[in-house]
Protein backbone atom coordinates (compact mmCIF):
# COMPACT_ATOMS: atom_id res chain seq x y z
CA UNK A 1 0.00 0.00 0.00
CA UNK A 2 1.32 3.29 -1.18
CA UNK A 3 -0.70 5.84 1.75
CA UNK A 4 0.92 8.23 0.07
CA UNK A 5 -0.64 7.68 -3.45
CA UNK A 6 -3.99 6.90 -2.13
CA UNK A 7 -3.86 10.29 0.03
CA UNK A 8 -2.97 12.46 -3.42
CA UNK A 9 -5.94 10.96 -5.39
CA UNK A 10 -8.24 11.10 -2.45
CA UNK A 11 -7.51 14.17 -1.79
CA UNK A 12 -7.00 15.64 -5.96
CA UNK A 13 -10.72 14.27 -6.33
CA UNK A 14 -12.47 16.82 -3.90
CA UNK A 15 -10.49 20.42 -4.89
CA UNK A 16 -10.95 22.38 -6.75
CA UNK A 17 -14.39 22.36 -6.34
CA UNK A 18 -14.60 19.53 -8.00
CA UNK A 19 -16.62 16.75 -7.89
CA UNK A 20 -17.96 13.10 -9.02
CA UNK A 21 -19.72 11.67 -12.30
CA UNK A 22 -21.69 8.41 -11.03
CA UNK A 23 -21.76 6.87 -14.33
CA UNK A 24 -21.52 3.23 -13.08
CA UNK A 25 -25.31 2.08 -13.58
CA UNK A 26 -25.43 -1.72 -14.14
CA UNK A 27 -26.67 -2.79 -16.94
CA UNK A 28 -30.59 -3.52 -15.37
CA UNK A 29 -30.25 -0.41 -13.61
CA UNK A 30 -29.16 1.93 -17.16
CA UNK A 31 -32.03 -0.13 -18.48
CA UNK A 32 -34.68 1.77 -16.43
CA UNK A 33 -32.93 5.04 -17.19
CA UNK A 34 -33.67 4.56 -20.80
CA UNK A 35 -36.65 3.09 -20.78
CA UNK A 36 -37.81 6.45 -19.76
CA UNK A 37 -36.28 7.94 -22.90
CA UNK A 38 -37.48 5.25 -25.36
CA UNK A 39 -34.15 4.02 -25.80
CA UNK A 40 -33.09 0.12 -26.36
CA UNK A 41 -30.63 -1.11 -23.49
CA UNK A 42 -28.14 -2.40 -25.85
CA UNK A 43 -24.51 -2.27 -26.10
CA UNK A 44 -23.34 0.25 -28.08
CA UNK A 45 -26.85 2.70 -27.16
CA UNK A 46 -24.74 2.42 -23.76
CA UNK A 47 -21.37 3.11 -24.97
CA UNK A 48 -23.03 6.01 -27.00
CA UNK A 49 -24.34 7.40 -23.90
CA UNK A 50 -21.57 7.50 -21.87
CA UNK A 51 -19.15 8.58 -24.75
CA UNK A 52 -21.85 11.69 -24.89
CA UNK A 53 -21.09 12.49 -20.81
CA UNK A 54 -17.08 11.80 -21.05
CA UNK A 55 -16.55 13.64 -23.79
CA UNK A 56 -18.79 17.14 -22.69
CA UNK A 57 -16.21 19.89 -23.41
CA UNK A 58 -15.06 21.41 -20.57
CA UNK A 59 -16.57 19.44 -18.16
CA UNK A 60 -13.68 18.76 -16.63
CA UNK A 61 -13.26 21.68 -14.87
CA UNK A 62 -16.18 20.67 -12.93
CA UNK A 63 -15.60 16.73 -12.91
CA UNK A 64 -12.42 15.53 -11.17
CA UNK A 65 -13.93 11.23 -11.51
CA UNK A 66 -15.92 8.93 -12.88
CA UNK A 67 -17.18 6.06 -11.73
CA UNK A 68 -17.52 3.43 -14.30
CA UNK A 69 -19.43 -0.14 -14.72
CA UNK A 70 -17.07 -3.05 -15.59
CA UNK A 71 -18.61 -3.22 -19.16
CA UNK A 72 -18.18 1.23 -19.07
CA UNK A 73 -14.72 0.92 -18.12
CA UNK A 74 -13.85 -1.66 -21.15
CA UNK A 75 -15.78 0.43 -23.49
CA UNK A 76 -14.18 3.21 -26.81
CA UNK A 77 -14.96 6.23 -27.78
CA UNK A 78 -15.33 6.35 -31.37
CA UNK A 79 -11.91 6.44 -31.89
CA UNK A 80 -10.54 4.15 -30.42
CA UNK A 81 -9.24 5.55 -27.31
CA UNK A 82 -10.78 3.85 -24.41
CA UNK A 83 -12.78 5.44 -21.68
CA UNK A 84 -10.33 5.59 -19.15
CA UNK A 85 -7.83 6.63 -21.25
CA UNK A 86 -9.64 9.41 -22.37
CA UNK A 87 -10.68 10.90 -18.62
CA UNK A 88 -6.86 10.40 -17.27
CA UNK A 89 -5.57 12.53 -20.15
CA UNK A 90 -7.96 15.11 -19.73
CA UNK A 91 -7.47 14.73 -15.78
CA UNK A 92 -9.95 13.29 -14.67
CA UNK A 93 -9.70 10.56 -12.55
CA UNK A 94 -11.21 7.00 -13.93
CA UNK A 95 -12.86 4.77 -11.00
CA UNK A 96 -14.82 1.59 -10.90
CA UNK A 97 -18.16 0.18 -9.14
CA UNK A 98 -16.68 -2.88 -7.40
CA UNK A 99 -19.60 -3.96 -5.40
CA UNK A 100 -21.93 -7.21 -7.06
CA UNK A 101 -25.15 -5.47 -6.11
CA UNK A 102 -27.92 -6.49 -3.32
CA UNK A 103 -29.39 -9.86 -2.38
CA UNK A 104 -31.91 -10.20 0.95
CA UNK A 105 -29.79 -10.51 4.10
CA UNK A 106 -30.26 -14.02 5.39
CA UNK A 107 -32.52 -13.84 8.53
CA UNK A 108 -33.28 -10.63 7.97
CA UNK A 109 -35.14 -10.57 4.42
CA UNK A 110 -36.59 -7.54 4.08
CA UNK A 111 -33.35 -6.35 4.38
CA UNK A 112 -30.51 -5.87 2.16
CA UNK A 113 -26.38 -7.00 1.95
CA UNK A 114 -23.94 -6.18 -0.80
CA UNK A 115 -22.00 -8.80 -2.35
CA UNK A 116 -18.60 -9.17 -3.80
CA UNK A 117 -15.86 -9.52 -1.72
CA UNK A 118 -15.14 -12.73 -3.23
CA UNK A 119 -12.38 -12.70 -6.20
CA UNK A 120 -12.09 -8.96 -5.19
CA UNK A 121 -8.56 -8.47 -4.79
CA UNK A 122 -7.51 -10.29 -8.61
CA UNK A 123 -10.61 -8.06 -9.78
CA UNK A 124 -8.92 -4.47 -8.05
CA UNK A 125 -5.84 -5.29 -9.61
CA UNK A 126 -7.63 -5.82 -13.38
CA UNK A 127 -8.78 -2.66 -12.58
CA UNK A 128 -5.77 -0.74 -11.64
CA UNK A 129 -4.26 -1.84 -15.13
CA UNK A 130 -6.95 -0.60 -16.96
CA UNK A 131 -6.45 2.72 -14.94
CA UNK A 132 -8.87 2.43 -12.22
CA UNK A 133 -7.71 4.61 -9.06
CA UNK A 134 -10.27 5.17 -7.31
CA UNK A 135 -13.79 2.55 -6.27
CA UNK A 136 -16.99 2.05 -4.94
CA UNK A 137 -19.18 0.45 -2.78
CA UNK A 138 -22.44 0.76 -2.16
CA UNK A 139 -24.12 -0.78 0.79
CA UNK A 140 -27.86 0.09 1.28
CA UNK A 141 -30.00 0.20 4.41
CA UNK A 142 -33.79 0.58 4.36
CA UNK A 143 -36.11 2.42 7.31
CA UNK A 144 -39.06 0.98 7.86
CA UNK A 145 -41.21 -0.11 10.55
CA UNK A 146 -38.23 -2.66 13.08
CA UNK A 147 -35.72 -1.74 10.53
CA UNK A 148 -32.88 -0.87 9.85
CA UNK A 149 -31.88 -3.97 12.49
CA UNK A 150 -28.43 -3.67 14.27
CA UNK A 151 -27.21 -7.17 12.24
CA UNK A 152 -27.63 -5.38 9.04
CA UNK A 153 -25.88 -2.10 9.72
CA UNK A 154 -23.39 -4.49 11.16
CA UNK A 155 -22.93 -6.65 8.08
CA UNK A 156 -22.90 -4.33 5.45
CA UNK A 157 -20.68 -2.39 7.86
CA UNK A 158 -18.33 -5.39 8.01
CA UNK A 159 -17.85 -6.18 4.00
CA UNK A 160 -17.59 -2.13 3.68
CA UNK A 161 -14.57 -2.24 5.60
CA UNK A 162 -13.11 -5.44 4.21
CA UNK A 163 -13.29 -4.05 0.58
CA UNK A 164 -12.02 -0.76 1.55
CA UNK A 165 -8.91 -2.68 3.38
CA UNK A 166 -8.40 -4.80 -0.25
CA UNK A 167 -8.74 -1.39 -2.18
CA UNK A 168 -5.81 -0.35 -0.36
CA UNK A 169 -3.53 -3.16 -0.26
CA UNK A 170 -4.32 -2.38 -4.39
CA UNK A 171 -3.37 1.07 -4.04
CA UNK A 172 -7.09 1.95 -4.76
CA UNK A 173 -8.98 4.45 -3.30
CA UNK A 174 -11.96 2.91 -1.89
CA UNK A 175 -15.01 5.46 -1.73
CA UNK A 176 -17.28 3.86 1.31
CA UNK A 177 -20.66 4.46 0.42
CA UNK A 178 -23.34 3.24 3.51
CA UNK A 179 -26.61 5.21 1.85
CA UNK A 180 -29.43 5.50 4.17
CA UNK A 181 -32.68 5.29 1.26
CA UNK A 182 -35.42 7.75 1.07
CA UNK A 183 -38.07 5.68 0.04
CA UNK A 184 -40.67 5.46 3.15
CA UNK A 185 -42.54 8.52 5.25
CA UNK A 186 -40.66 8.50 8.11
CA UNK A 187 -39.00 12.43 8.54
CA UNK A 188 -35.51 14.02 9.46
CA UNK A 189 -35.22 12.70 12.87
CA UNK A 190 -35.73 9.02 11.85
CA UNK A 191 -33.31 9.63 9.31
CA UNK A 192 -31.06 11.27 11.19
CA UNK A 193 -31.13 8.77 13.78
CA UNK A 194 -30.72 5.84 11.40
CA UNK A 195 -27.76 7.57 9.42
CA UNK A 196 -25.89 8.46 12.98
CA UNK A 197 -25.94 4.75 14.15
CA UNK A 198 -25.14 3.85 11.03
CA UNK A 199 -22.07 6.10 10.58
CA UNK A 200 -20.91 5.12 14.14
CA UNK A 201 -20.64 1.39 13.04
CA UNK A 202 -19.09 2.13 9.67
CA UNK A 203 -16.05 3.97 11.24
CA UNK A 204 -15.83 1.44 13.98
CA UNK A 205 -15.28 -0.77 11.44
CA UNK A 206 -13.05 0.54 9.28
CA UNK A 207 -10.99 0.56 12.22
CA UNK A 208 -11.05 -2.68 13.18
CA UNK A 209 -9.79 -3.20 9.05
CA UNK A 210 -6.88 -0.91 9.57
CA UNK A 211 -8.34 1.00 7.09
CA UNK A 212 -6.22 4.66 6.33
CA UNK A 213 -8.28 7.07 6.57
CA UNK A 214 -6.53 9.75 5.22
CA UNK A 215 -6.92 7.31 1.73
CA UNK A 216 -10.52 7.11 1.29
CA UNK A 217 -13.37 8.92 0.60
CA UNK A 218 -17.14 8.78 2.54
CA UNK A 219 -20.16 8.94 0.03
CA UNK A 220 -22.91 9.49 2.13
CA UNK A 221 -26.22 10.47 2.06
CA UNK A 222 -27.75 13.50 3.00
CA UNK A 223 -30.45 13.57 6.27
CA UNK A 224 -33.58 14.09 4.58
CA UNK A 225 -37.19 13.56 5.04
CA UNK A 226 -38.39 10.21 3.56
CA UNK A 227 -40.08 10.70 0.12
CA UNK A 228 -44.02 9.49 1.37
CA UNK A 229 -42.90 11.95 4.36
CA UNK A 230 -46.17 14.47 4.84
CA UNK A 231 -43.61 17.47 6.47
CA UNK A 232 -40.79 18.09 4.12
CA UNK A 233 -38.11 19.79 6.06
CA UNK A 234 -36.49 22.48 4.34
CA UNK A 235 -33.14 23.30 2.49
CA UNK A 236 -31.48 24.73 5.44
CA UNK A 237 -32.63 21.84 8.16
CA UNK A 238 -31.29 19.30 5.73
CA UNK A 239 -28.21 21.12 5.51
CA UNK A 240 -27.99 21.50 9.49
CA UNK A 241 -28.78 18.29 10.26
CA UNK A 242 -26.83 16.64 7.02
CA UNK A 243 -23.26 18.74 8.73
CA UNK A 244 -23.98 17.72 12.34
CA UNK A 245 -24.24 13.96 11.43
CA UNK A 246 -21.15 13.97 9.61
CA UNK A 247 -19.09 16.18 12.72
CA UNK A 248 -20.33 13.62 15.11
CA UNK A 249 -18.97 10.59 13.20
CA UNK A 250 -16.89 11.61 10.25
CA UNK A 251 -13.20 11.98 11.42
CA UNK A 252 -11.08 15.08 10.31
CA UNK A 253 -8.38 12.59 8.34
CA UNK A 254 -11.28 11.80 6.19
CA UNK A 255 -10.01 14.27 2.78
CA UNK A 256 -13.82 14.47 1.80
CA UNK A 257 -17.28 13.42 1.65
CA UNK A 258 -18.68 13.14 -1.89
CA UNK A 259 -23.23 12.88 -1.75
CA UNK A 260 -25.31 10.59 -3.73
CA UNK A 261 -28.50 12.45 -4.62
CA UNK A 262 -30.12 9.00 -3.79
CA UNK A 263 -33.53 10.45 -5.77
CA UNK A 264 -33.61 13.94 -4.65
CA UNK A 265 -34.17 16.72 -7.87
CA UNK A 266 -31.28 17.57 -9.71
CA UNK A 267 -31.72 21.05 -8.34
CA UNK A 268 -32.58 20.47 -4.85
CA UNK A 269 -29.45 18.31 -4.54
CA UNK A 270 -27.65 21.05 -5.97
CA UNK A 271 -29.13 23.64 -3.04
CA UNK A 272 -28.43 21.58 -0.31
CA UNK A 273 -24.89 21.21 -0.93
CA UNK A 274 -24.76 24.81 -1.32
CA UNK A 275 -26.10 24.84 1.90
CA UNK A 276 -24.21 22.77 3.13
CA UNK A 277 -20.73 24.59 1.99
CA UNK A 278 -22.54 28.20 2.98
CA UNK A 279 -21.98 27.15 6.66
CA UNK A 280 -18.22 25.84 6.17
CA UNK A 281 -15.19 25.52 7.06
CA UNK A 282 -15.65 22.23 7.30
CA UNK A 283 -13.47 19.72 8.28
CA UNK A 284 -13.37 18.01 5.05
CA UNK A 285 -14.48 19.03 1.94
CA UNK A 286 -17.63 18.66 1.08
CA UNK A 287 -18.39 17.75 -2.61
CA UNK A 288 -20.78 15.39 -4.82
CA UNK A 289 -20.70 11.84 -6.32
CA UNK A 290 -23.95 12.02 -8.02
CA UNK A 291 -25.92 9.82 -10.67
CA UNK A 292 -29.19 10.47 -11.85
CA UNK A 293 -29.05 14.51 -10.00
CA UNK A 294 -25.79 14.68 -12.54
CA UNK A 295 -27.75 13.13 -15.48
CA UNK A 296 -31.32 13.22 -15.32
CA UNK A 297 -31.52 16.17 -17.82
CA UNK A 298 -28.32 15.14 -20.01
CA UNK A 299 -30.61 12.04 -20.37
CA UNK A 300 -33.62 13.64 -21.40
CA UNK A 301 -31.85 16.19 -23.89
CA UNK A 302 -30.33 13.18 -25.74
CA UNK A 303 -33.03 11.14 -25.98
CA UNK A 304 -30.48 8.39 -27.85
CA UNK A 305 -30.20 10.81 -30.77
CA UNK A 306 -26.95 11.59 -32.16
CA UNK A 307 -27.91 14.50 -33.47
CA UNK A 308 -29.11 15.96 -29.63
CA UNK A 309 -25.58 14.99 -27.96
CA UNK A 310 -24.68 18.46 -27.95
CA UNK A 311 -27.76 19.29 -26.51
CA UNK A 312 -27.12 16.35 -23.95
CA UNK A 313 -23.94 17.48 -23.08
CA UNK A 314 -24.73 21.19 -22.89
CA UNK A 315 -27.01 20.11 -20.01
CA UNK A 316 -24.26 18.09 -18.45
CA UNK A 317 -22.03 20.66 -18.50
CA UNK A 318 -24.42 23.06 -16.65
CA UNK A 319 -25.34 20.75 -14.14
CA UNK A 320 -21.90 20.22 -13.36
CA UNK A 321 -20.85 23.31 -13.46
CA UNK A 322 -23.93 24.50 -10.64
CA UNK A 323 -22.80 21.44 -8.48
CA UNK A 324 -18.97 23.27 -8.58
CA UNK A 325 -20.23 26.52 -7.37
CA UNK A 326 -22.39 24.98 -4.89
CA UNK A 327 -18.81 23.22 -3.79
CA UNK A 328 -17.61 26.55 -3.58
CA UNK A 329 -20.46 28.04 -1.83
CA UNK A 330 -21.09 30.63 -4.92
CA UNK A 331 -24.34 28.18 -6.28
CA UNK A 332 -27.67 30.80 -6.22
CA UNK A 333 -30.80 30.90 -8.55
CA UNK A 334 -28.73 32.73 -10.96
CA UNK A 335 -25.93 30.10 -11.93
CA UNK A 336 -29.22 28.18 -11.78
CA UNK A 337 -30.58 30.32 -14.74
CA UNK A 338 -27.13 31.24 -16.42
CA UNK A 339 -27.33 27.98 -18.63
P1 LIG B 1 -27.50 8.75 -7.21
O1 LIG B 1 -26.86 10.11 -7.09
O2 LIG B 1 -28.44 8.63 -8.38
O3 LIG B 1 -28.08 8.27 -5.90
O4 LIG B 1 -26.35 7.73 -7.58
C1 LIG B 1 -25.17 7.81 -6.88
C2 LIG B 1 -24.61 6.47 -6.73
O5 LIG B 1 -23.52 6.21 -7.17
C3 LIG B 1 -25.40 5.45 -5.99
O6 LIG B 1 -24.59 4.36 -5.69
Given at each position: MNLNELHRIATKLVADHRGIL?????TSTIEKRFKSIGVENTEEHRRAYRDMLFSTPGAAKFISGVIMYDETIRQKHKDGTSFAEGQTRNDVIPGIKVDKGVKELPGSPQEKITEGLDGLRERLAEYHKLGARFAKWRAVIDIGP???TDYCIRANAQALARYAALCQVENIVPIVEPEVLMDGDHDLARCFEVTSRTLHVVFEELANHR?????MLLKPNMVISGKKCPKQASVEEVARETVKVLKRHVPAAVPGVVFLSGGQSDVVATEHLQAMNAM???PWKLSFSYGRALQEAALKAWAGKESNVAAGQKAFHHRSKCNSAACAATYSAQTEKAA
Open positions: AADESGIPVALEGGPM
